[in-house]
């Protein structure tokens, strides 16, 4: 049986896993690279790989290598292979085609198009008949990577994601994909343990995903025996009785590894999600090897006769809708519950936000990375021994803020009194491990506050003129213009006049006891050079991995001011949240919903605050629907609406806006719009929303859904602030897609063109 050259995808940071992995899995000549690993193998050794790969999502076995230059280079590239030896000429077959840095080919719909005329046409000249397109189950399904002018032809022998192993209920949507899941457990040593007889213990259960993948690692259960189709199973090349031995062999190793599989235990407070994990765990047929019990994380404790195991969750990540304190709370009592119930027990769990972890007071190894879909997340691995144990001081960015303004303001109170800069700070920046010395702050200042208040003074006079002509009230004003000064500042003119900074993340080769210095002397700056007084000026931390921060909830002090923009009044508030309530970078999106939105039915999905609803309105919108899963944000709509004059018909809905699009769209007469407004978040795994949301995955099914409800003549502008977003047009087929992000992005946010993406999209 010949070798064949073969490329099995995985998500990033996967790699080495799914390397060491392919090598026990008899594949020789393994090389990891960027999302996936190349190895070789016979025929019996790809069939190996799909069957019990844990870590894989596809295995791509190479046909053939040619040169791009030219789109007539595609095809004639696709026409040498013999495809009569690969797909009966009444066969099916369907195409996956990517392309990167390619200046012959960049959309991705049109090369898939091209390769597809390249088989039909071979096929038709020899047997006079065409083969079937078949997106669902096709015989064979054609994948082609175009990576500048080098392309690479395969078949993909998987067919479909190998994550899909065929147990779980395709209407409930893990927080985890089954790969991954699976991914942290060897990463945690959860084979090696369970060799050992150790439990396996989730004390958040959710739908049971890492319970089901733990089992089936202990009882070396191939993770695709469950599944009924292949990409191979209609390839003509298939070998049956190869691939029936594996089955058996496999079948017989299940057998043998049930009857000796550790005790697995899944906890969860929730009863629905306890539901959901019997139903996944039924449909694997692991019923009575797994336990499940109802109970909090709180109440999380092993029974004296389980063998000290590991300990694993993917809890909440306080991404979406102000959890941050509350899931730092939750991280803390888990923490409690592992150093009170599981002395030598070893614990893992995924995180997005690192400083959340040290609220579990347990030293953990070094964080491995991860990425839950777009979702850069940190795997912490602990060992549970009194050692390890801490008492976690975390400063919380309220404290943060609270001592930074304190530096500022006793730079612009006591700036000319020697004492007074001598101080130093009573409360302990432990960002730092010492107190804020405001002789270093003044220091700091003269080496560079004049240079970053000349910048500030500069793009004041640049957009002075721009504003004035389009009556702008509400701008951005600085926005990291200077490295050391990494800050985006918002200018607010109503009233009063109020500014809102925020402060990015300071990347970790910088000293965060220096950036606060920098910051204090920033702060102190900016009333002098915008005629400002001190308490107008409002500061808010901006972290890394936050796809939803608007949702973030710092206080509840409720001070909302009235700003104007368009004709339209806007409630802001600029303590109580992390965003204000306003997103100044879609300002011309906003007007050209207005413009647009005369005598026209307008719907916005994911609506915040509704300000893009005012817009329609006051630009006089027949009627309106504005649907927020969020009370407090549908609320705030509501009270935008009311300050504004506006006779029409307007629904508010509270709703997790996956849902009700899912319902309204699968009517046999759904609502119509003639324009609708799509502005989702990046991620969300928040325990107020039934799914895990990623843009990326989901935003084809996303934008089919809002287009059931687009009247024929309509339009559905789709906006993202995901950097890495790639819109899928080919899978969009038949909408009109429109990039119409340029003409969308303000003069005031011209230095941060990617502050998000934008398209017009027609039926």
């Known amino acids: 049986m010949p070798n064949y050259q073969l490329f099995a995808t995985t998500p990033k940071a996967m790699e080495d896993i799914l390397a060491d992995e392919l090598r026990t899995l008899a594949a020789i000549n393994v090389k990891s690279t960027i999302a996936g690993a190349y190895f070789e193998g016979d025929l019996s050794t790809a069939y190996r790989v799909c069957l019990w790969s844990r870590i894989a999502n596809r295995v791509l076995l190479q046909l053939s290598t040619f040169k791009v230059t030219s789109q007539d280079d595609l095809y004639q590239g696709i026409s040498k292979t013999n495809w009569f030896e690969h797909l009966k000429p009444e066969g099916s077959f369907a195409v996956t085609f990517n392309a990167k840095n390619s200046q012959a080919i960049n959309n991705t719909h049109f090369g898939a198009l091209k ?408 702060l102190a700056e900016i009333p002098k050079v915008l005629g400002v007084a001190p308490d107008h000026v409002f500061l808010k931390i901006r972290r890394k991995q936050k796809n939803t921060d608007q949702y973030q909830k710092l206080g509840e002090l409720g001070h909302f001011h009235v700003i104007e923009e368009h004709g339209c009044k806007l409630q802001v508030n600029f303590t109580d949240y992390l965003d204000t309530g306003l997103f100044l970078d879609h300002r011309p999106m906003r007007l050209l919903i207005q413009q647009q939105a005369k005598g026209k039915r307008f719907l916005n999905l994911f609506a915040y605050t509704g300000s893009v609803t005012i817009h329609a309105a006051v630009g006089g919108a027949l009627t309106t629907t504005t649907v927020d899963m969020s009370k407090t944000y549908v609320d705030w709509a509501k009270t935008n609406l009311a300050l504004n004059q506006t006779t029409d018909e307007h629904e508010f809905i509270q709703a997790d806006c996956l849902d009700w699009l899912t319902s309204e769209s699968s009517h046999s007469y759904p609502r119509q719009y003639e324009l609708i407004f799509l502005d989702p978040p990046t991620f969300s795994n928040s325990k107020r929303m039934e799914d895990v949301f990623d843009i990326q995955q989901d935003h084809v099914t996303l934008i089919q859904q809002a287009a059931t409800l687009l009247a024929p003549d309509g339009v559905l502008y789709f906006s993202t602030n995901f950097r890495r977003f790639k819109i899928d047009q080919a899978a969009l087929t038949p909408l009109t897609i429109e990039d119409i992000t340029a003409q969308t992005i303000p003069e005031d946010f011209i230095r941060n063109p990617k502050i998000h993406y934008c398209w017009r999209i027609t039926k």
């Open 115 to 522: 390769v597809k005329d390249a088989v039909v046409d071979q096929m038709r000249a020899k047997f006079q008949m065409r083969p079937n397109i078949d997106t669902e189950q096709p015989d064979i399904r054609i994948n082609v990577n175009l990576n500048g002018e080098n392309a690479v032809l395969s078949l993909d022998l998987s067919g479909e994601s190998l994550h899909r192993r065929g147990y779980r209920d395709t209407t409930i949507k893990a927080p985890i994909k089954e790969n991954l899941a699976a991914a942290l457990l060897i990463r945690s040593r959860w084979p090696s343990i369970a060799k050992q007889s150790g439990t396996l213990i989730d004390p958040m259960c959710g739908s049971g995903t890492l319970l089901v993948e733990g089992a089936m690692i202990a009882a070396d259960y191939a993770p695709g025996l469950l599944r009924s189709y292949y990409g191979f199973k209609g390839w003509k090349k298939h070998d049956a009785g190869s691939w029936q031995t594996l089955l058996d062999e496999a079948k017989q190793r299940k057998t043998a590894g049930l009857a000796k599989l550790p005790t697995i235990i899944g906890f969860d407070k929730d009863s629905r999600n306890i539901n959901a994990a019997l139903a996944h765990i039924t449909n694997a047929g692991l019923q009575n090897k797994i336990h499940l019990e109802c109970r909090d994380i709180a109440d999380a404790a092993p029974a004296t006769s389980w063998k000290p195991g590991l300990v694993i969750c993917n809890p909440p990540y306080g991404e979406r809708l102000g959890d941050e304190q509350e899931t730092a709370e939750l991280y803390k009592k888990f923490g409690d519950s592992l150093k009170a119930h599981f002395n030598h027990w070893q614990a893992a769990m995924i995180i997005s936000n690192p400083e959340l972890g040290f609220r579990l007071g347990i030293r953990s190894q070094k964080p491995a990375t991860f990425y839950n879909g777009a979702l850069e997340c940190k795997l912490l691995r602990m060992t549970i021994v009194d050692t390890a144990f801490f008492v976690p001081k975390p400063k919380t960015t309220e404290e943060r803020i609270a001592l930074v303004i304190e530096a500022a303001t006793t730079q612009q109170n006591d700036s000319s009194t020697k004492t007074s800069t001598h101080r130093k700070a009573d409360k302990d920046n432990e960002l730092g491990g010492e107190s804020l010395d405001y002789r270093e702050v003044n220091k700091e200042r003269e080496q560079g506050a004049v240079s970053f208040a000349n910048r500030l003074q500069k793009n004041l006079k640049k957009l002075s003129s721009w504003k004035k002509r389009n009556n702008i009230s509400c701008y951005r004003i600085y926005d990291a213009d200077l490295p050391e000064f990494a800050v985006a500042i918002d200018l607010y003119q109503g009233k009063e006049t109020w500014v809102n900074v925020q402060e990015y993340d300071p990347p970790k080769s910088i000293d965060p006891f220096k950036a606060t210095q920098r910051l204090a002397a920033l």
